[in-house]
């Protein structure tokens, strides 16, 4: 009950702060072995909103610098045991990624800007972790990988990677336009015991402190992000659950349909941004 209060009384203090206040021109420059990545961008007409903003800049400077170099980013590790994963045997098929998709995960180039996206045989929207499972299961006869845990993340790290310095570009027309709207719809409702939406601190606070944090936009570009709190890689459907346990809310499923809408609009939220995986954040 304590925290809850703590955290209500941080929410009613934000309606007194003054907004968000990094001047462009003083702005750190997020660049990491000379890909310089777009932290900032016109938000698409369809947003409320003039700018977006990457999680990144909301940073201190010690968090920022550890994603401006990958000698330092502890997310770094990760990626090199999903290339173990990558050309390791698995399944009844006696097959590895690297028996497939022969040009390494470099031919995932460009992919993570457009995740997720329609699928059109499967007549839904699929999420990377999607498109895995199923070579997974339907092309080496393996075992799926849990949504959200360590090996799976690793994998949309390595292959986030190959799209990196690339401007996020997921489209919410087309057959994908109802799942975006659902997605959208989840983003503005109020929910739990703090009856908050996620647009009532991403977008209408971001710039503020909440308790010792700096509230971002919420974006999706650096995702999975490393975070120092769990020392892990975190995929961002777990990041969505983690803020709605913090309203007291009852989390969708991590991988289900509703994060997974959930997931297409946040990215669209983020059109524009460069894919930064993997980031650092606290
Ligand atoms: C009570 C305020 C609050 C609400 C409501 C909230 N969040 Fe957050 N969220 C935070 C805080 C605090 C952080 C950590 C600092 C930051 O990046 O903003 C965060 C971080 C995030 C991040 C990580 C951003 C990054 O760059 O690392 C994403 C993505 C996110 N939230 C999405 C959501 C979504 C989607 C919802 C609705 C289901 C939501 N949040 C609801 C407070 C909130
Ligand atoms: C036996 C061959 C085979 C193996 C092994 C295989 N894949 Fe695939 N993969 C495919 C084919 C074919 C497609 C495209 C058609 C489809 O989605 O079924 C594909 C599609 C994908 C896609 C979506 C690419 C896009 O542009 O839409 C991803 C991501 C992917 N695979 C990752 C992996 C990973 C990671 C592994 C190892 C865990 C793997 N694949 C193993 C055959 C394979």
Same mark, same amino acid.
């Given at each position: 009950m304590k925290k809850i209060t703590t955290l209500c009384a941080a929410i009613s203090a934000l309606a007194l702060s003054t907004g /968000?206040? #990094? &001047? +462009? &021109?003083? &702005?750190?420059?997020?660049?990491?072995d000379g890909v310089v990545i777009a932290?900032?961008? =016109?938000?698409?007409?369809?947003?409320? #909103?003039?700018e977006v903003i990457s999680g990144w800049v909301f940073r201190t400077v010690e968090t920022q610098a550890l994603q401006m170099d990958d000698f330092d980013n502890p997310g770094m590790i990760f990626v090199d045991q999903?290339?173990?994963?990558? $050309?390791?045997?698995n399944g009844s098929e006696g097959k590895s990624c690297a028996s497939c998709h022969t040009g390494g995960p470099e031919e995932f180039a460009g992919l993570r800007t457009v995740l997720p996206r329609w699928n059109e045989d499967a007549g839904a929207v699929w999420t990377m972790e999607d498109y895995i499972n199923n070579s997974l299961v339907e092309h080496m006869g393996a075992e799926p990988w849990k949504v959200g845990k360590a090996q799976?993340?690793?994998?949309?790290?390595? #292959?986030?990677? @190959?799209?990196?310095?690339? =401007?996020?570009?997921?489209?919410?027309?087309g057959p994908a336009a109802e799942t975006w709207a659902l997605?959208? +719809?989840?983003? /503005?409702?109020?929910?739990? @015991?703090?009856?908050?939406a996620c647009a009532n601190c991403h977008i209408d606070n971001y710039g503020v402190m909440i308790r010792a944090d700096h509230l971002s936009q919420g974006q999706s570009n650096g995702f999975p992000a490393y975070r120092l709190k769990n020392a892990k890689?975190?995929?961002? @459907?777990?990041? /969505?659950?983690?803020?709605?346990? $913090? #309203?007291? &809310?009852?989390?969708?499923?991590?991988?289900g349909p509703e994060f997974t809408a959930l997931e297409l609009y946040v990215a669209s939220r983020g059109n524009g941004l460069s894919v930064e995986g993997p980031s650092v954040r606290n």
């Open positions: /968000f206040a #990094i &001047a +462009e &021109a003083d &702005a750190p420059v997020l660049s990491i932290t900032r961008a =016109p938000a698409p007409e369809y947003l409320d #909103i003039d999903a290339l173990d994963d990558w $050309n390791e045997v799976m993340n690793a994998m949309v790290a390595l #292959i986030s990677l @190959q799209s990196r310095g690339m =401007p996020m570009n997921v489209a919410i027309d997605g959208e +719809e989840i983003y /503005f409702t109020r929910v739990g @015991q703090l009856d908050m890689l975190n995929g961002i @459907q777990s990041r /969505f659950s983690g803020c709605m346990k $913090n #309203i007291r &809310a009852t989390p969708y499923a991590v991988g």
